[in-house]
């Protein structure tokens, strides 16, 4: 953030203004969710905190209208209010895909994929929309031992 004192001068208004708008789009999601990484984590704002997560902990993250829920492989998941999209836009390529519009998975974290749903334990499992198929077909296609 940037602030200005009086008297201000024509040249420095544009210059403040700008510099504390960059700042403030890089660090925020949608409703204020704060959203960095850093070398393999994750920060996130969540009930009034600011809660780290370490991006190998991750199994997937699922939409929720207008939250997103971080599932992590022990412990209780993780509730933000940022967009998908600002998530996304924050993790790893290589490590991190989005296989429907409301779930990104962890690819390390995969355990079985059957149909194009996507298994990553006893009881959890989420689908592969017909929009990301392509995408995850590639992914397993370069990845499968032939």
């Given at each position: 953030?940037?602030?200005?004192?009086?008297?201000?001068?024509?040249?420095?208004?544009?210059?403040?203004?700008?510099?504390?708008?960059?700042?403030r789009?890089?660090?925020?999601?949608?409703g204020?969710?704060?959203?960095?990484?850093?070398?393999?984590?994750?920060?996130?704002?969540?009930?009034?905190?600011?809660?780290?997560?370490?991006?190998?902990?991750?199994?997937?993250?699922?939409?929720?209208?207008?939250?997103?829920?971080?599932?992590l492989?022990?412990?209780?998941?993780?509730?933000?209010?940022?967009?998908?999209?600002?998530?996304?836009?924050?993790?790893?390529?290589?490590?991190?895909m989005?296989?429907?519009?409301?779930?990104i998975?962890?690819?390390?974290?995969i355990?079985?994929?059957?149909?194009?749903?996507i298994?990553?334990?006893?009881?959890?499992?989420?689908?592969?929309?017909?929009?990301?198929k392509?995408?995850?077909?590639?992914?397993?296609?370069?990845?499968?031992?032939?």
């Amino acid at each position: 953030m940037d602030y200005l004192l009086k008297p201000i001068s024509y040249a420095r208004f544009p210059e403040g203004g700008k510099q504390g708008a960059e700042s403030r789009r890089i660090t925020r999601g949608r409703g204020g969710g704060i959203v960095r990484t850093t070398a393999g984590h994750l920060f996130v704002k969540s009930e009034y905190k600011l809660i780290r997560i370490p991006l190998a902990d991750i199994a997937y993250i699922e939409s929720m209208h207008e939250y997103i829920k971080i599932h992590l492989t022990a412990g209780k998941p993780v509730m933000t209010m940022i967009s998908m999209k600002s998530v996304e836009a924050h993790l790893p390529a290589d490590r991190f895909m989005r296989v429907h519009r409301s779930f990104i998975v962890n690819l390390e974290r995969i355990t079985v994929i059957e149909r194009f749903r996507i298994h990553f334990g006893d009881n959890e499992s989420i689908p592969v929309s017909d929009q990301y198929k392509a995408a995850f077909q590639e992914y397993i296609d370069k990845n499968m031992v032939p």
